[in-house]
């Protein structure tokens, strides 16, 4: 797919004078305090894709917060460069302008951006400005748009339960939650936190039984600790791997061996081994076929 700004940015990149020798590659991604959304990370990739396609050396610059012992901003020698760019996001703020204090001996240049306010010293410091929005001009597509991305992971429904105080010194549901979403931030996955409680005065929350049946039909898996976690996904065909909160057993393990479902792990047997193990088989062929003819009954 053509795009304007990278044909912009390129351009502006072997335009006359100096031709780039090292590159670093910049955005609200790199910024300690700053955010790194999904569109900021695909822009990017985006644009890292189409430095190299053109021969142009380059670094990233990430936010010591989001990837750790990566280059950073505060670890990149600016002698180490001749050129900076920018991707992504408003060109508005003292971080922004930051930039252009630490960075002053380099050519900057800020692409796919929204320019809020054209006389912000964010903007104004940049030597080149290719926006993707802000300046009267027509809109560009963002950089996120067609950027290069991976295998898309599997989308997994965590339902926890954190109360069940009927089952006294035999709740272990503070550990099992905290084993299970610690293992589950090290998946590849999107994570997507479910509640069974149904609320009409909370928008985040289903108001009725279908529309959480409707939430948990489209995830690839579930994992919960509830017993209607476990029911309810097994009955809209989804794989489920259920952790029973509880030590010695209790409604969950019932629940598992009255629906015949084997992927069940007790409170004293949770390890990331057989989590993973339960994960593997759910997302595999045998156990999306045990989970649809679940749905079939």
Same mark, same amino acid.
């Not at 060109?91 to 050519?107: I, M, Y």
């Not at 965590?158 to 009927?166: A, D, M, P, R, T």
């Given at each position: 797919?053509?795009?304007?700004?990278?044909?912009?940015?390129?351009?502006?990149?072997?335009?006359?004078?100096?031709?780039?020798?090292?590159?670093?590659?910049?955005?609200?991604?790199?910024?300690?305090?700053?955010?790194?959304?999904?569109?900021?990370?695909?822009?990017?990739?985006?644009?890292?894709?189409?430095?190299?396609?053109?021969?142009?050396?380059?670094?990233?610059?990430?936010?010591?917060?989001?990837?750790?012992?990566?280059?950073?901003?505060?670890?990149?020698?600016?002698?180490?460069?001749?050129?900076?760019?920018?991707?992504?996001?408003?060109?508005?703020?003292?971080?922004?302008?930051? *930039? @252009?204090?630490?960075?002053?001996? #380099? &050519?900057?240049?800020?692409?796919?951006?929204? +320019?809020?306010?054209? !006389?912000?010293? $964010?903007?104004?410091?940049?030597?080149?400005?290719?926006?993707?929005?802000?300046?009267?001009?027509?809109?560009?597509?963002?950089?996120?748009?067609?950027?290069?991305?991976?295998?898309?992971?599997?989308?997994?429904?965590?339902?926890?339960?954190?109360?069940?105080?009927?089952?006294?010194?035999?709740?272990?549901?503070?550990?099992?939650?905290?084993?299970?979403?610690?293992?589950?931030?090290?998946?590849?996955?999107?994570?997507?936190?479910?509640?069974?409680?149904?609320?009409?005065?909370?928008?985040?929350?289903?108001?009725?039984?279908?529309?959480?049946?409707?939430?948990?039909?489209?995830?690839?898996?579930?994992?919960?600790?509830? *017993? @209607?976690?476990?029911?309810?996904? #097994? &009955?809209?065909?989804?794989?489920?791997?259920? +952790?029973?909160?509880? !030590?010695?057993? $209790?409604?969950?393990?019932?629940?598992?061996?009255?629906?015949?479902?084997?992927?069940?792990?007790?409170?004293?047997?949770?390890?990331?081994?057989?989590?993973?193990?339960?994960?593997?088989?759910?997302?595999?062929?045998?156990?999306?076929?045990?989970?649809?003819?679940?749905?079939?009954?």
């Amino acid at each position: 797919m053509h795009h304007d700004v990278t044909t912009a940015v390129l351009r502006a990149l072997h335009g006359p004078g100096r031709p780039v020798q090292r590159l670093l590659l910049t955005g609200w991604f790199s910024f300690r305090d700053g955010e790194a959304t999904a569109g900021d990370v695909l822009a990017q990739q985006h644009m890292a894709a189409a430095l190299t396609r053109a021969g142009i050396r380059h670094d990233t610059a990430w936010s010591p917060g989001f990837r750790p012992g990566r280059l950073s901003l505060e670890t990149a020698d600016p002698r180490a460069y001749d050129t900076l760019l920018f991707v992504c996001g408003p060109l508005h703020g003292p971080q922004v302008a930051a *930039l @252009h204090a630490r960075f002053g001996t #380099l &050519r900057r240049l800020a692409a796919g951006v929204s +320019v809020v306010d054209p !006389a912000d010293p $964010a903007v104004t410091g940049f030597h080149t400005v290719v926006p993707r929005d802000g300046t009267g001009a027509p809109a560009l597509p963002d950089l996120a748009a067609d950027a290069p991305a991976g295998p898309l992971p599997p989308v997994a429904g965590v339902v926890l339960s954190h109360g069940q105080g009927e089952y006294g010194e035999r709740r272990r549901h503070a550990e099992v939650t905290e084993r299970i979403t610690g293992w589950l931030a090290g998946k590849d996955c999107a994570r997507v936190p479910a509640d069974t409680r149904l609320a009409t005065d909370d928008w985040r929350m289903c108001a009725t039984a279908e529309q959480f049946l409707a939430l948990l039909r489209r995830f690839d898996l579930v994992v919960t600790t509830r *017993l @209607h976690g476990l029911v309810l996904a #097994l &009955r809209t065909g989804t794989p489920v791997i259920a +952790v029973d909160p509880v !030590a010695g057993g $209790a409604k969950v393990s019932a629940q598992a061996r009255a629906l015949g479902w084997p992927a069940l792990v007790a409170a004293d047997a949770l390890t990331p081994d057989t989590l993973d193990h339960w994960w593997q088989w759910a997302l595999s062929g045998a156990g999306r076929t045990a989970a649809a003819c679940h749905s079939m009954r």
